[in-house]
């Protein structure tokens, strides 16, 4: 009997999760039904949202039910076929989750040639962090030539995307990033302008000095002190896609202290500032556009991405607890196979 690893969601987390939230089971690999094909993962994707389908809250997704599987984007290859639309063979990609291998019908399953790009790609720049930067740019900060944009986890695949996308289009680029070696990355790989340190005490009088004219668009992806940072240098017109707000993601009760709500419903008013949260599939129909934009841009050389591989699926919660802790140096992603 040929058999999978799974992680399942064991016990839901209250604050940052531990290696105890999860529970590791071994059964057997699963046969295709009619219509439907088994893949063998080769690439796991660990991302951020992650830590919300932990949560049993109301959310833009469900949560995972307790001894659920762990949901996750991945590339695998297919071994068992019984639908002629994804033949044994091909390489696809699917929120296949957190195991070794999957079962599926083709709805949500994307064939990808691997002869093109390096798998792992389809859930990094190509896949959905890369269509997170572009959409929430694209149709959000409509970035113009000589106008500043600030990015945090500028080092993650959302913030190396929206900085690069954004320097291709002439903006000066302003990363924030945990510590000096992903800062200097950001600067002399990414070709950001400037990068600086987001646990600098001094963080708010540097971030002053490297946007001489303002920010005209800060692209939300950590809330927090960096958000705070950054409110007061908002221009007029401003433009702020709130992407995400990893800073809050483990917190376990409201932030307290500053009266933040009624002073930025005043700025934003008065700056006429455009905030707007969005999820990646809110701009599904513009997946052609964002291909046709971004492969030239990653075949050129212009759009990297740096990826921090962590090896067999035992690796995920791991994995997912670093990302959270900011431990990751680049698009995390796990070889399954
Ligand atoms: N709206 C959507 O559809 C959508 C889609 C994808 C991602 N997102 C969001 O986009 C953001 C970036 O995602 P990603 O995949 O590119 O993640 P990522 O950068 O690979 O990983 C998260 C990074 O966040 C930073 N971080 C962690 N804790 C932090 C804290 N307390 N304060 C400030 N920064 C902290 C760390 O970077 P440093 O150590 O460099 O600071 C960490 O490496 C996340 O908020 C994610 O939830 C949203």
């Not at 951020?48 to 109301?58: E, I, L, V």
């Not at 959310?59 to 076929?81: C, H, K, L, N, Q």
């Not at 200097?184 to 646990?199: I, K, S, T, W």
């Not at 513009?286 to 050129?300: K, W």
């Amino acid at each position: 009997m040929t058999t999978m690893k799974t992680w399942n969601l064991k016990s839901r987390p209250v604050g940052a999760p531990t290696l105890e939230n999860w529970e590791l089971v071994e059964e057997a690999v699963p046969t295709a039904g009619e219509g439907e094909y088994v893949a063998q993962t080769l690439w796991l994707s660990i991302d951020p949202y992650m830590r919300g389908r932990m949560n049993d809250a109301k959310s833009y997704a469900a949560p995972v039910a307790i001894g659920g599987r762990m949901e996750g984007g991945t590339v695998g290859r297919v071994i068992e076929s019984k639908t002629p639309d994804i033949p044994v063979g091909s390489h696809v990609f699917h929120t296949g989750g957190w195991s070794t291998h999957w079962k599926a019908t083709p709805k949500g399953t994307q064939i990808v040639d691997p002869d093109l790009f390096p798998l792992s790609a389809h859930v990094g720049m190509l896949g959905m962090p890369g269509m997170t930067a572009w959409a929430g740019l694209h149709n959000i900060g409509k970035p113009v030539e000589g106008e500043t944009l600030v990015v945090a986890a500028a080092t993650g695949p959302v913030g190396t995307m929206v900085g690069q996308i954004a320097k291709a289009k002439g903006l000066r680029a302003v990363g924030i990033a945990g510590g000096p070696e992903k800062c200097a990355y950001a600067v002399e790989e990414l070709g950001f302008d400037a990068c600086l340190d987001r646990n600098d005490p001094d963080l708010t009088t540097k971030l002053k000095d490297a946007v001489p004219n303002g920010i005209d668009i800060y692209w939300e992806n950590v809330g927090g002190p960096v958000f705070q940072a950054v409110w007061p240098l908002m221009n007029p017109f401003s433009r702020m896609p709130v992407c995400g707000v990893i800073s809050f993601y483990n917190a376990t009760q409201a932030q307290t202290g500053l009266d933040w709500g009624p002073r930025i419903l005043r700025e934003v008013l008065t700056k006429r500032i455009l905030m707007k949260g969005f999820i990646v599939w809110d701009y599904q129909e513009q997946l052609p556009q964002f291909v046709n934009e971004i492969v030239p841009m990653i075949q050129s050389g212009r759009i990297k991405v740096r990826e921090d591989v962590s090896q067999g699926i035992e690796s995920a919660p791991q994995s997912l607890i670093d990302v959270l802790n900011g431990e990751n140096f680049g698009k995390k992603v796990i070889q399954v196979a």
